[in-house]
C-alpha cells in the first residue's frame, strides 16, 4: 500500500484530479456548478501536467455544451479517451450525443455537477432534475456521495466504463459536493495506473474509425432491422453491474474503501429503511448512527448504481425485517406516478420478490418523498421527520419533506430543533464581506487544520445572490471524526462578524450555541462596543451566556498595507480564540501557509501579510458581557413598512435570510414576479457616496448616464414643488434656456440607500473646482452622515413630477437622462459596465419594452430574487422581462416579435372591420400614426385609450377582441439583451438566424469579451493575448468581428459603441437602432471586474479602447443604402495611442507578461498590427462612395 | 587615436556611455548601441517601488471581486508563478551580457536596506559587469534633517558596498547642502564612481485638464553646466571616477565633461532625439577635433581642466552674476 496522502479539495477538484488523470482529450464549456473541473483541466494543461500515461491532455473549450459533446463524440470515435463536465441545462445539451455514444457502445465518463434545471425559475443550486433527463440515454449512472466518493467513483467509473463499453455519468451534488470543501485521502497515480486496463483501452482503439482499418458506424435503418439491432446492446448492460462491483472490489483492496452497487447502513433489524442517492445519504447515515444509539430500528440504502439498476443486489441490500420504506428523490416530474428513483424501487421490489431474490418475503409499505430541490438543505431534523413519518400505519406517499406545503399538503411535519450534532465536532460561522477576503482566509484555515493535524476539516460557503457588496458565510466544521453534515451549521461554537455593518442587518447570532463565542470586527474601544451592539445582539449573547471579543481589523490591515483585506488579521483571531489548534502552533502554520500561499504573488505581498499576522494579537480584546440590555436600535427591517404585501411578506423574509420558512401558498404559480422591487430593499452598501456641488456644476447628465446602478438622478422642474422641501434638498437655476425661461429649477439627487459606491459618476464629472481642482462637481463623502437626511432628500425628490418626455431633446444626453430609468437598484457589480447601457435603453423606451434576456449576469442582476430592477413609470408602464435559456435568447425575443405583431395585426383587421363604429377619423389615424417620435408614442396611446373608451360600450364579441389586443396598436419596442458568450458562442447560430429575418428586434450586445458570470471563461469575443480561463496563456486567436459579419446581410443596422469613450455616440446608435424598421444589433463595450480594471475609473478604458483603435466606434445604418449613401460611419478616428498602452492597463492582458513573457510580446505585437489593419479596413468600408440606389453587393 | 577610457577598473573603447533610459528595455536597442560605439551601457533602472506596485497590483486584481458571488468565485486561472520580482530584469541582463561584449551596467533605484541589498547582489550574479545605484527621492517630510537624509544615502551604499564584489557607482542629485562633502563621505564608503547628476520628472500644470502631470524633459547641452561644474570640482579629490549625465548631446559636450575630469560620458536625450546611431556621428566628431587639435587620447585631455588644472579654478565656484564681474585673486 503506497503512503496515505490526504489534502483539503472539493468535489470540483476531486472530480477533475480523477478526470485528467485517465483521460486525453477534455471539451468543455462553462456551466455553474461544473465549470470549475474544466477550469482545473486547462489550469493543469496548460502548466503541463501529464496524465498518467506521461501524455498532457487536450482541452478544449467550445461554443456550447452541445457543441462540447459532439467534440467528444467525434474524439471517442476516433480512438482518444475523452471526456466533459457539464451540469443542468448544459447536460440536456448533450444528451442527442448521449444517445449517439451509448449507442455505439463507446467508453467514457462525463462528470456532472447535478444542478436543477430552469422551470419556473432559474437556480444554479443542486438537485437530480438535470440527470435524471439524461436516464434514458443509455448511460450507466454511478452517483457518489462525498468529495471523497467523487475522486473514488471517478476512478471506478473509468475502469469500469472502459470494461463494459457503457458510457459513465458519474454525478454528484451541485454546490454541496462540488464546492464543499473536505480533507480527503488522494488516490496516488500507481493506484490509478492499476485500476486502468490498459488493454481494455488498446481495444477502444482498435474500434475507433481509421482509414487505416476502415468501417462505418451512423448509418440510416429502416423498420426492418433497426428494432433488432437496437437489442443487441442487452448483454453489454446485463454485463455492467457485475463489472462495477468487480471494479469496487478491487478498488477496496487497493485502498482500503468499499463501496457497493447498494450500500447499505443501519440496524441489521431496521423495520424502516431510507433509499436515496448523493450527497443526502451522508447525512442520512449520520442520522441513523444517532437513532440507532436511540434504539430505533433505522436504516438507509445509498444507492451507487443507479444505471444499470441491479435489482437483484437492490433486494439484497434490503433487511429481512423491512416493513416501511421512504424513497427520496431530489427532483420532481409533475405529472409522474412518482419521481424516478421511487418508480424504480417500486418496479424493483415486484420484479425481485416475483424472482424470491433477497431477503424479504412480502412487499413492504413504500412510499415517495422529495428533498433538497435547488440545494434545499436536508438536515438530520427532516429526515428524522422522514422516519417518523414512516411511523404511521398509512404514510403519505408522494411528500415532501423541508418545505411547508400549505396548498396540497404534501409536506410532512418535522422539528427544526432536532439536532445531533456532536459535540467533538467545532463549528465555526465567518460573515464577510467579498472583498474583504474572509472565505479565502477560511479556505486556508480548513487547509492548515486538514493537513496539519489528524483532524477532518469540511468548509461550505454561502454567497450573495448580488453582485454588489456581497455577504458570504463561511460553515467550517472541524472534527476527530469524518465528517457526514452536509447541511448548514445552526448551533455554531464560533460566530465571527468580520464587518460591522452586518450587526445592524442580520441576526447572526441566532445560530450561536450556548456558551459559544462571537468575535467582532468594529472601529470601536473594547468599552465602546457593547453599547454599540442592537438589541437582538446583546439578547443573544447575555441569553446564551456567550463570550465577545473585538478587534478593528480594518485598522490593523490598514497599518500593514493591507487595506481592506481583513481576512489574515481575522483568521489569526480564530485560531487565538477558537482554541483549534494550541495558538503559538497555529499562528506559525498561519505564517508558514502565508509563505507558501504568496510566495508567487511576491515578497511584499507575504510582508505585509506576515505583518498584519504580527499586529494582530495586541489588537484583540475579549470583551466583558453585561447583565443588562443597553442597546438604542435593533436590526433594521429588510423593507419599508409601506412596501405592497407581497414585497413585505415574501421579499422581506427572503432578504433576512428566513425564504426557507415561506409555505407554497405565497408563491406564484407560474414564475411570474411584480417588478420594480429593488427600491425597497435598501441595502446602504456604499461606504462613501457621490454629494452635488450645485454651485458649479453644468448639468451635463454626465454623471446620471454613467451610474450604472441608477442612483443619480436630475430632473428640472417648477419651483412651486419645492414647498416642502427638506431643509438641506439641493437645488439651482435650470441651465437649459427652455427650462430656465420659464423659471424651473435643476436638482440632481443621489438615492443613498442604494448607491453602491462605486465613484463612477467622480470620473465622468467634467467640472472642476475653480479654488480647489481636486473637487467637482459632484464628490464622494461618507454615507454614514447622510443617510438619513439624504434619505428624506430622495423621498421628496421622487415626489416632484418628472419633467414631460414630450418636452425633453432626446438627442443630447443632458436632456436625454431627464428621462426616468425604469432599471435601478440592480444587484450588478459596483461599478457595472453593462447597466448603464440596459438603463439607457429603459429610459428611452422602457414604457413599451420588452426584454428577452440571456442567461448570464445581465439575467442575474436583472432577475435574481429577492428583489428585482426592472420598474415602472407612474403610469404603470415598464419593461417586461424574461429569460429563456442561455442559447437562445435572440429565437426567444424573436418570438416576441411574431406574437406582438400577430397581435397588432388583429387588431388592425378588427380596427378595419369595426370602422363604422368606431368611427373612420380616430381608425384612420390609429392606423396610420407616425409612432417613430415620443409624442408620436404619446398621441397614439391617447387614441389607443379612446378607442378602448369606445370599445367599452360595445357588447360585441369584435369588440372584446379589439379591447384584448389594442395596446399592441402603440409600437412595441423588442430588446434581445445577452451577453458576448450568448452573441458570439452558444447563441450565436440563432442571433445570426434573426438578424437575416429583416424582423423588428434590437439585440444588445453587452460584450464583456469574457463570461464573466461564470467566472471569467473565455469567448470568440475575447481580445488576443487576454488571459482568461480556458486561456491561461492569452487567447492565441483575434476576436470575432461580429459587426463586421452582421453587416454582411446589408440589412442589419449595427452599432460598435462605447459609453465611457463617447456617449453622445452611445445614445444616437440607441435612437437609430430602435428607429430602424428591421433587425438591430448594437454591440456595446462593457468594462467588467473580469478585466482586472481600477473599478473606480473605468471609463478611462473605454477612451483607451477607442483612442488605441482596439474598439472602433461605428453605425451601419441600411436606411442610407437605401438612400443610395453609404451606410457605414466610422465614428472612430485614427488611433492615437499604441494598443499597449491600452492593454499594459489592464490586468487581464498585463499578467501575461508576468506569467509569459514571450507570448505576451508576440500577442502585443499582433494586436496593435490587427488594430490598425481594421480601422484601415472600416475605414475604406467608410469611404467608399454610393451612388443612387442599393449596392448590395457592396455592402461591405 | 585612442580615446579608450577607463571606468570603474573597466577599460571602456569610448568615452561615450548609454545612461539610464527605457531605451535599454530592448535587447535589439542594446545590440546597436554596442553597434553603435557605445563604451558601456547602463541598463534602465530597476525601481524596488516598482516592483512592490505591482506585485500588490496583481495582488489586488487577481482577489478583487473574488469568492463574492457562487457562479464567479474567481475570474483569472492561477498561474503557479507571476514574474513579480526583479526577474524580467535579470533576465535582460543576462541576455545583454551574451549578446554583447561591452561593459553592462545595471541601475539600481530603491527605498529600503531589504531591496536594495538583494537586487544588488541578484544583479551581480546575473553578470552585470558593474552596478549604478540610483539614489533619489524628494524629500518631503519637514522633520527630516538634511544629515538623516545624508546618513539614509551613505547606509545605503555602505550596504551595497559590502554585498557585491563588482564595482559599484553612486548616482547623485546636486541637491545637497554641501555636494563637496558628500562627495567625500561617498567616495570614503568605496564608491567606484559618482555618477553626476540625476535628473528628476518635474510636476507640469495641464492646463486643459487641471492636473498635475508629472514629466520628464529631454535634456539639452545647456544641462550639463551643473555636472560640468562638479565634476571640475572633484577631479582629484576624491577616488572614485567621474561619470557625466544630463545634456551630453553632442562632441562639444563630452569632450567638455572629459576636460573637466570625467572619465565616462553618459547619452541619454540625444540618443532619443537622433537616434542610438548618434554615438558614432558624435565619436567621429570628438576624433575629428582631437585629431585637428592633437590630442592623442581621451586620457591625456581627462581632467585637463578640472579646477585644480585651470587658471582660474574660482570659475568653477562662481555662483552669481555679480561675483563673475567683480572675481579676483589676491
Request: with cysteine.
Amino acid at each position: 500500500m503506497t503512503n496515505k496522502r490526504f489534502q483539503t479539495i472539493d468535489g470540483n477538484e476531486a472530480a477533475a484530479y480523477i478526470a485528467y488523470r485517465v483521460n486525453e482529450v477534455i471539451a468543455i464549456y462553462p456551466i455553474t456548478p461544473s465549470s470549475n473541473m474544466g477550469e482545473w483541466c486547462d489550469e493543469w494543461a496548460a502548466k503541463g501536467y501529464k496524465n498518467i500515461w506521461g501524455v498532457v491532455p487536450t482541452v478544449v473549450e467550445m461554443q456550447s455544451e452541445g457543441g462540447a459533446a459532439g467534440a467528444v463524440h467525434g474524439s471517442l470515435q476516433a480512438g482518444a479517451l475523452t471526456t466533459t463536465f457539464t451540469a443542468a441545462q448544459g447536460l440536456l445539451l448533450k444528451i442527442p450525443n448521449m444517445f449517439k455514444i451509448a449507442g455505439e457502445l463507446t467508453p467514457t465518463v462525463f462528470n456532472i455537477s447535478a444542478r436543477a434545471l430552469a422551470t419556473h425559475a432559474l437556480s444554479i443550486f443542486g438537485d437530480h432534475s438535470d440527470v435524471m433527463s439524461a436516464r434514458s440515454t443509455g448511460f450507466a449512472f454511478l452517483a457518489s456521495d462525498s468529495v471523497q466518493c467523487v475522486m473514488d467513483f471517478g476512478l471506478i467509473a473509468q475502469a469500469s466504463t472502459l470494461e463494459s463499453r457503457i458510457p459513465f455519468l458519474h454525478f454528484f451534488d451541485g454546490f454541496r459536493t462540488s464546492h464543499e470543501e473536505m480533507k480527503i485521502e488522494i488516490i496516488p497515480d500507481d493506484i490509478i495506473r492499476e485500476m486502468i486496463n490498459d488493454e481494455l483501452i488498446r481495444k477502444h482503439r482498435e474500434r475507433s474509425l481509421s482509414p487505416d482499418h476502415p468501417v462505418l458506424r451512423g448509418t440510416a435503418q429502416n423498420p426492418d432491422v433497426f428494432f433488432q439491432n437496437r437489442e443487441t446492446i442487452n448483454r453489454f448492460y446485463t454485463a455492467c453491474p457485475d463489472i462495477v462491483q468487480k471494479t469496487m472490489d478491487k478498488f477496496a483492496e487497493l485502498t482500503g474503501r468499499q463501496y457497493h452497487l447498494f450500500d447499505y447502513f443501519g440496524a441489521p433489524d431496521a423495520e424502516r429503511v431510507i433509499v436515496l442517492m448523493a450527497s443526502a445519504c451522508e447525512p442520512t447515515h449520520e442520522t441513523v448512527e444517532y437513532l440507532m444509539k436511540q434504539g430505533e430500528k433505522v436504516g438507509v440504502i445509498k444507492v451507487r448504481l443507479y444505471r444499470p439498476f441491479d435489482v437483484k443486489r437492490f433486494m439484497e441490500a434490503i433487511p429481512a425485517t423491512v416493513k416501511k420504506i421512504a424513497v427520496l428523490d431530489r427532483t420532481k416530474e409533475p405529472g409522474a406516478i412518482g419521481e424516478p428513483l421511487y418508480q424504480d424501487c417500486i418496479n424493483a421490489l415486484v420484479e425481485g420478490l416475483n424472482n424470491g431474490w433477497g431477503n424479504i418475503k412480502t412487499m413492504p409499505v413504500v412510499v415517495g418523498g422529495r428533498y433538497g430541490l435547488s440545494s434545499k438543505e436536508f438536515t438530520p431534523a427532516m429526515i428524522k421527520g422522514v422516519y417518523d413519518h414512516l411511523l404511521q400505519d398509512r404514510p403519505k406517499n408522494h411528500f415532501t419533506v423541508g418545505i411547508n406545503d400549505d396548498v396540497t399538503f404534501t409536506s410532512i411535519p418535522y422539528d427544526p430543533e432536532f439536532s445531533i450534532e456532536s459535540d467533538k465536532v467545532i463549528r465555526a460561522l465567518f460573515y464577510g464581506l467579498g472583498s474583504d477576503g474572509t472565505v479565502s482566509a477560511n479556505k486556508n484555515s480548513i487547509k492548515i487544520i486538514g493537513e496539519n493535524t489528524d483532524f477532518y476539516s469540511q468548509g461550505y460557503y454561502v454567497y450573495d445572490s448580488k453582485k454588489a457588496g456581497t455577504v458570504t458565510v463561511s460553515h467550517l466544521r472541524f472534527g476527530p471524526e469524518k465528517i457526514r453534515s452536509t447541511y448548514l451549521i445552526t448551533k455554531a461554537n464560533f460566530i465571527a462578524c468580520h464587518q460591522t455593518v452586518f450587526l445592524e442587518k442580520f441576526d447572526m447570532l441566532k445560530n450561536l450555541a450556548e456558551g459559544g463565542t462571537f468575535l467582532v470586527n468594529a472601529p470601536f474601544s473594547k468599552d465602546e462596543l457593547w453599547d454599540r451592539l442592537p438589541l437582538t445582539v446583546q439578547k443573544h449573547l447575555i441569553e446564551k451566556k456567550a463570550r465577545l471579543f473585538t478587534i478593528d481589523a480594518q485598522k490593523v490591515a490598514e497599518s500593514s498595507g493591507m487595506g481592506r483585506r481583513i481576512n489574515t488579521v481575522m483568521q489569526v483571531c480564530f485560531f487565538a480564540i477558537s482554541g483549534v489548534l494550541p495558538k503559538e502552533q497555529a499562528i506559525e502554520y498561519i505564517k508558514e501557509s502565508i509563505k507558501v500561499t504568496y510566495a508567487k504573488k511576491g515578497d511584499e505581498i507575504v510582508r505585509m501579510n506576515l505583518q498584519a499576522v504580527d499586529n494582530t494579537l495586541d489588537n484583540l480584546f475579549e470583551v466583558p458581557i453585561p447583565n443588562q440590555i443597553t442597546a438604542k436600535y435593533d436590526i433594521r427591517q429588510p423593507v419599508p413598512e409601506n412596501a405592497p404585501k407581497f414585497v413585505k411578506e415574501v421579499v422581506g423574509k427572503i432578504i433576512l435570510g428566513q425564504g426557507d420558512s415561506i409555505p407554497v401558498s405565497a408563491f406564484p404559480v407560474d414564475g411570474t414576479f411584480p417588478t420594480a422591487t429593488t427600491q425597497y430593499e435598501k441595502r446602504n452598501i456604499a461606504l462613501s457616496i457621490p454629494v452635488w456641488d450645485e454651485t458649479i456644476c453644468i448639468q451635463c447628465g454626465k454623471c446620471a448616464m454613467v451610474c450604472p446602478h441608477a442612483t443619480i438622478r436630475q430632473n428640472v422642474y417648477d419651483p412651486k414643488y419645492l414647498e416642502n422641501a427638506p431643509p438641506t434638498f439641493k437645488y439651482t437655476d435650470a441651465r437649459d434656456k427652455e427650462y430656465k425661461d420659464l423659471g424651473w429649477k435643476y436638482t440632481l439627487q443621489v438615492a443613498p440607500e442604494d448607491c453602491t459606491g462605486c465613484g463612477v459618476c467622480v470620473e465622468v464629472c467634467p467640472v472642476k473646482n475653480k479654488t480647489n481642482v481636486k473637487l467637482k462637481a459632484i464628490n464622494m463623502m461618507p454615507q454614514l452622515p447622510l443617510r438619513e437626511t439624504e434619505a428624506k432628500n430622495w423621498e421628496f425628490f421622487l415626489s416632484i413630477p418628472p419633467v414631460n418626455r414630450n418636452l425633453i431633446k432626446v438627442s443630447n444626453i443632458r436632456q436625454q437622462q431627464f428621462q426616468v430609468p425604469l432599471f435601478e437598484f440592480s444587484g450588478a457589480c459596483a461599478g457595472c459596465g453593462e447597466t448603464p447601457y440596459i438603463k439607457l435603453a429603459s429610459q428611452l423606451f422602457g414604457d413599451r419594452m420588452i426584454i428577452a434576456n440571456a442567461t448570464g449576469c445581465s439575467s442575474i442582476y436583472g432577475g435574481n430574487l429577492p428583489t428585482t430592477p426592472y420598474a415602472k413609470n407612474s403610469e404603470g408602464r415598464g419593461p417586461a422581462w424574461s429569460n429563456s435559456l442561455f442559447e437562445d435568447n435572440a429565437e426567444f425575443g424573436f418570438g416576441y416579435r411574431l406574437a406582438i405583431d400577430k397581435q397588432a395585426d388583429i387588431a388592425k383587421s378588427l380596427l378595419i372591420k369595426m370602422a363604422p363604429e368606431i368611427g373612420e377619423n380616430l381608425v384612420n389615424e390609429l392606423l396610420n400614426a407616425d409612432q417613430r417620435t415620443e409624442p408620436g408614442i404619446f398621441e397614439q396611446r391617447e387614441r389607443v385609450e379612446l378607442l378602448k373608451k369606445k370599445l367599452s360600450n360595445m357588447n360585441t364579441e369584435d369588440a372584446k377582441k379589439l379591447m384584448s389586443v389594442a395596446d399592441y396598436l402603440v409600437r412595441k419596442s423588442v430588446w434581445i439583451i445577452g451577453g458576448d458568450g450568448w452573441a458570439y458562442d452558444i447563441g450565436y447560430g440563432g442571433l445570426d438566424h434573426v438578424i437575416a429575418t429583416n424582423k423588428d428586434v434590437n439585440l444588445l450586445v453587452l460584450d464583456t469579451e469574457v463570461y464573466s458570470n461564470t467566472g471569467g471563461q473565455s469567448s470568440k469575443a475575447t481580445p488576443i493575448g487576454g488571459v482568461a480561463k480556458f486561456a491561461a496563456d492569452g487567447k492565441p486567436t483575434l476576436k470575432k468581428d461580429l459587426g463586421l459579419m452582421a453587416m454582411a446581410y446589408g440589412t442589419v443596422y449595427v452599432a460598435s459603441v462605447a459609453f465611457g469613450a463617447r456617449d453622445e455616440h452611445t445614445l444616437k446608435a440607441f435612437l437609430e437602432a430602435e428607429a430602424y424598421n428591421g433587425p438591430s444589433i448594437i454591440i456595446a463595450y462593457s468594462h467588467c471586474i473580469a478585466h482586472g480594471i481600477n473599478m473606480e475609473e473605468p471609463l478611462k478604458q473605454h477612451r483607451l479602447a477607442v483612442d488605441s483603435g482596439q474598439w472602433l466606434l461605428y453605425r451601419y445604418n441600411p436606411d442610407l443604402l437605401k438612400q443610395g449613401q453609404n451606410p457605414l460611419i466610422l465614428d472612430s478616428k485614427e488611433p492615437k495611442i499604441p494598443v499597449s498602452e491600452y492593454m499594459n492597463s489592464e490586468t487581464r492582458f498585463k499578467i501575461l507578461n508576468k506569467t509569459n513573457p514571450e507570448a505576451a510580446r508576440q500577442y502585443y505585437k499582433i494586436a496593435q498590427e490587427n488594430a490598425l489593419r481594421r480601422f484601415k479596413y472600416y475605414q475604406y468600408l467608410a469611404e467608399r462612395k454610393f451612388n443612387g440606389s442599393a449596392h448590395n453587393e457592396n455592402i461591405i | 587615436m585612442d580615446i579608450t577610457t577607463k571606468y570603474m577598473g573597466m577599460t571602456l573603447r569610448s568615452p561615450i556611455v548609454v545612461s539610464a533610459s527605457p531605451l535599454s528595455e530592448d535587447i535589439g536597442n542594446i545590440k546597436k548601441m554596442e553597434d553603435a560605439g557605445a563604451g558601456a551601457v547602463v541598463l534602465y533602472s530597476l525601481f524596488e517601488e516598482q516592483i512592490i506596485q505591482e506585485q500588490k497590483e496583481v495582488f489586488y486584481h487577481s482577489t478583487a471581486g473574488t469568492y463574492s458571488f457562487a457562479e464567479a468565485l474567481t475570474y483569472f486561472p492561477e498561474p503557479d508563478e507571476y514574474r513579480v520580482g526583479p526577474e524580467g530584469y535579470l533576465d535582460l541582463i543576462r541576455k545583454a551580457k551574451e549578446s554583447v561584449k561591452i561593459p553592462i551596467i545595471a541601475s539600481l533605484n530603491g527605498s529600503t536596506n531589504g531591496g536594495w541589498i538583494d537586487y544588488a547582489k541578484k544583479m551581480q550574479e546575473a553578470g552585470a559587469d558593474a552596478i549604478e545605484l540610483n539614489i533619489y527621492y524628494i524629500p518631503t517630510d519637514m522633520n527630516l534633517t538634511s544629515l538623516d537624509i545624508e546618513n539614509n544615502y551613505i547606509e545605503i551604499v555602505k550596504h551595497v558596498k559590502s554585498a557585491v564584489s563588482i564595482p559599484v557607482a553612486v548616482k547623485l542629485s546636486p541637491f545637497f547642502t554641501n555636494m563637496a562633502n558628500m562627495a567625500k563621505k561617498i567616495d570614503d564608503l568605496g564608491a567606484d564612481a559618482l555618477v553626476l547628476f540625476n535628473r528628476f520628472y518635474q510636476p507640469d500644470i495641464d492646463l486643459d485638464y487641471l492636473e498635475v502631470k508629472p514629466q520628464i524633459q529631454l535634456s539639452h547641452s545647456s544641462a550639463a553646466r551643473l555636472p560640468m561644474r562638479w565634476i571640475a570640482i572633484l577631479k582629484g579629490r576624491i577616488k572614485a571616477d567621474l561619470a557625466a549625465t544630463s545634456g551630453i548631446q553632442s562632441a562639444d559636450d563630452v569632450i567638455k565633461m572629459l576636460m573637466a575630469g570625467a572619465n565616462v560620458t553618459m547619452m541619454c536625450s540625444a540618443l532619443f532625439k537622433n537616434g542610438i546611431y548618434h554615438i558614432s556621428q558624435v565619436e567621429k566628431e570628438i576624433i575629428e577635433w582631437m585629431t585637428e587639435k592633437e590630442y592623442e587620447s581621451v586620457q591625456q585631455m581627462q581632467g585637463s581642466m578640472s579646477q585644480l588644472n585651470v587658471a582660474d579654478p574660482s570659475a568653477f565656484e562662481r555662483a552669481q552674476y555679480m561675483k563673475a564681474l567683480t572675481g579676483y585673486r589676491f
